[in-house]
């Protein structure tokens, strides 16, 4: 999750704060200034063959 956020995501390392892994989900805390960015550069990507389906949380 980590090495998608950071190389198809735009993201620096820094700039990822707590990732909580559930059974169907997984959250990522990262500065809401980079969540544009971060949705038009993983949109249509996939990681390890399943394509990534992202989207903000309340």
Request: cysteine-free; overall charge positive.
């Amino acid at each position: 999750m980590l090495g998608f956020l950071t190389k198809t995501g735009g993201l620096k390392g820094n700039e990822i704060g707590l990732i909580s892994i559930l059974e169907t989900a997984t959250y990522v805390a990262i500065p809401r200034q980079k969540v544009s960015d971060l949705l038009k550069n993983t949109s249509g990507q996939k990681l390890k063959k399943v394509k990534v389906k992202l989207e903000i949380a309340n």
